[in-house]
């Protein structure tokens, strides 16, 4: 008995799908939306505008991986189905990122965590951004859609011993925490979200919407690189696209133009801005990739004295808000508690030790745990997040660096989680950092801690939430879009996905990427149909 | 001057080993195409640079005997897709990190190490790992990260090599 792969059934049953890498000649094709990229925002809206009976085309340059592709492996999943192989990284590389690449986007590849945007996000982005419309109250019943939609619930299979930890840890020192709403259906509890969910639990864009779109007469072409955004007046008239090879990175030399009457650019933060600056859109204050932010995250690793497995049950379940807010929305950085699944690659990398030095360390896989935290970025002034900007190649690259505002709390966040690792017993900890050693008591680390230096590549820092860069807001003078999602300067124009947002999100951000887009793209399909 | 000084100047610093590893491939120094059919980027000294990294990056947790030619012929192949599927700009990136340890001046500057890498002892190597990890140079330390991390979560992630780390591997759906 095998795993249904309802996506390979659905091309079986019809669907129009196309692999760019199979053509044998350019082509030019007309729709009445056309929607680059197909993670969270693209597909959400794609399925929006196909029920509403528009003839869709969805272009993606990541491959086709399905069900019957996730085979649990960390390493082949990072070639398959990460951008740059899992080696994306800012432009000074001290910033690891992990962003998908595929039909799904990195809905395909996150670890199902579904939280609405904070009300405080909420009501920051109305005071300090000029947002309008989009208060807890607006947004409320487009969240229960996307909830609804993605089967998002309350995880209510007890914790793994990773999470649990966390968890303890918070209990012993008085914090607040929750368990996390994940968007699955069916969940095997297995935990390998991370590398494509094997069972199709995970309700990512490859198993709702983009089938969603599809069944409602929208065309998939993927392997499919939108070049630019091709102008006439104050209006896109076509997307150029380049066929890629299977390999994903050579070309083929065959071209795709894409016409349509209105265009979405929803390749994500980083992608996303990279197509507006390749096309040379009108961009009068220098704002396209600008204000890019991404939750940084620092971790602590502890090894404790029983078997964590912490590679085994669903990744992420607990959490804590408790550092969050406790300042403000604007005071020192805040941020997020959650924990990572441990696997050896990621692992071992992590370790910052290499020889028999690492090879001792990773013996003690089975009794490992580990936190992260999620710092806020964007909020206060001290905060203007990076900016995306194009290589010579064309591909874009985000330059992030780190201030003093973000090591205090990067030294904060160590520091705590450190605490609460030894208040459920820990033998040993260490900050992630390229100077870290493990600590045998609290009192051990703090010393280590305040004396560790705090800047660029020494600390270990990564993200897997990308979000800015095509800011939405009332003034075109400090923004890229109106509150529509439509860019300032052009008719047809529009950005869904998590480019939008104009400060972070201050939770793990694909369900305030579903909401605001199903929003967005509900009002646009009002208008036009 | 000796080297330490050097390293010390901050003469090296990111711009500067950049332009020199980009020189470097530049002026032909090194030969551009992928050392055999097999390889889609490393050429025949990157292999020869890896080749002598490798055993002491996964030292305790790599074979020592007769097998161990056949796992590091094995494990570059890993590493050549690694590098190429990282995209063209990655690529790039770091062959002329590699460009920069394969010339003898420049490798003698930045890692000590005078003789070229198939003639380098464990020490040395170790050495050059160690200071490029410690160094106040930025992009040594990225240097350091982008080679160790290649060959580490490529052997580590390996299945053959998850009884290292007690990972009793994905489970079983059926």
């Known amino acids: 008995m095998a795993i249904k792969d309802y996506f390979l059934e659905g091309i079986q049953k019809g669907w129009n799908v196309v692999n760019a890498t199979t053509l044998q000649q350019d082509i030019v094709i007309d729709a009445d939306v056309i929607i680059v990229g197909t993670g969270a925002g693209g597909g959400t809206s794609a399925e929006i505008f196909a029920q509403a009976g528009l003839r869709v085309v969805m272009v993606e340059d990541g491959p086709l991986k399905t069900s019957t592709d996730f085979k649990m492996n960390e390493v082949e999943a990072y070639q398959t189905l990460y951008q740059d192989n899992g080696a994306r990284a800012t432009k000074d590389a001290a910033i690891s990122i992990l962003q998908g690449r595929a039909v799904g986007g990195t809905t395909v590849i996150n670890w199902t965590s579904s939280f609405r945007t904070p009300t405080p996000t909420l009501e920051h982005w109305s005071q300090a951004h000029g947002i309008t419309g989009l208060g807890e109250k607006d947004m409320a019943p487009w969240f229960e859609l996307m909830e609804r939609r993605l089967n998002v619930g309350k995880w209510i299979v007890p914790p793994n011993k990773n999470n649990a930890h966390l968890q303890q840890g918070c209990e012993k020192m008085g914090w607040d925490w929750k368990t996390i709403p994940r968007n699955v259906k069916g969940c095997w509890d297995l935990g390998y979200c991370g590398m494509g969910c094997p069972t199709n639990a995970k309700q990512s864009m490859l198993v709702t919407t983009i089938p969603g779109a599809l069944k409602n007469n929208a065309q998939l072409i993927y392997r499919a690189r939108a070049e630019k955004f091709n102008f006439t007046g104050d209006q896109v008239s076509s997307v150029t696209c380049t066929a890629l090879a299977d390999d994903g990175i050579q070309t083929t030399g065959k071209t795709l133009t894409l016409r349509g009457k209105y265009f979405i650019s929803a390749a994500g933060a980083i992608n996303g801005p990279g197509l507006l600056l390749r096309s040379k859109t009108p961009d009068p204050y220098q704002l396209i990739g600008k204000r890019t932010f991404i939750h940084p995250v620092v971790a602590s690793f502890a090894v404790m004295p029983g078997e964590v497995a912490p590679y085994y049950g669903a990744p992420q379940s607990i959490y804590s808000d408790h550092f969050q807010w406790k300042d403000g929305s604007i005071g020192p950085m805040g941020f997020k508690l959650e924990v990572p699944p441990l696997h050896p690659a990621l692992t071992s990398a992590w370790q910052g030790l290499h020889g028999e030095a690492l090879l001792k360390e990773m013996q003690h896989l089975p009794n490992m745990h580990a936190s992260l935290a999620l710092l806020r970025d964007g909020f206060s002034e001290e905060s203007q997040g990076g900016s995306v900007e194009l290589r010579s190649d064309g591909s874009p690259v985000l330059d992030y660096q780190p201030n003093d505002y973000f090591w205090d709390g990067a030294r904060r966040a160590h520091l705590a989680m450190g605490e609460a690792q030894f208040a459920v017993g820990a033998d040993r900890v260490k900050p992630l950092h390229m100077d870290g050693k493990y600590a045998n008591n609290f009192n051990a680390l703090k010393t280590q801690i305040d004396s560790l230096l705090y800047k660029n590549q020494r600390v270990s820092i990564s993200t897997a939430h990308l979000m800015g860069g095509c800011t939405m807001g009332g003034d075109e003078k400090t923004s890229v879009t109106d509150n529509t999602g439509r860019h300032h300067q052009l008719e047809n124009l529009y950005v869904f996905d998590g480019s939008l947002f104009p400060t972070s999100i201050g939770a793990n951000p694909q369900l305030s990427i579903y909401g605001l887009t199903a929003k967005l793209a509900t009002d646009l399909t009002k208008k036009i149909t | ?174």
Request: proline share 3%; net charge negative; charged share 20%.
């Open chain 2, 1 to 174: 001057m000796d080297r330490r000084n050097f390293l010390k100047l901050g003469f090296w610093s990111s711009a500067t080993l950049a332009t020199v590893g980009a020189t470097a491939t530049l002026t032909g120094c090194s030969e551009n195409k992928p050392a055999n059919e097999n390889l889609s980027a490393l050429r025949t000294d990157d292999v020869i640079f890896l080749s002598a990294l490798i055993p002491v990056i996964t030292k305790g947790a790599f074979p020592t005997g007769k097998e161990k030619q056949e796992k590091v012929d094995w494990l570059i192949s890993k590493l050549d897709s690694s590098i190429y599927l990282a995209g063209p700009d990655n690529t790039k990136q770091i062959l002329q990190l590699f460009d920069l340890l394969n010339m003898r001046i420049t490798r003698f500057l930045t890692t000590g190490v005078w003789y070229s890498w198939d003639q380098a002892d464990e020490k040395s190597i170790e050495d050059f790992l160690s200071s490029w990890k410690n160094s106040s140079v930025e992009l040594l330390n990225v240097g350091y990260r982008a080679i160790s991390l290649l060959i580490i979560m490529n052997w580590y992630g390996h299945e053959d090599n998850f009884h290292l780390t007690g990972y009793p591997g994905a489970p079983k759906l059926f």
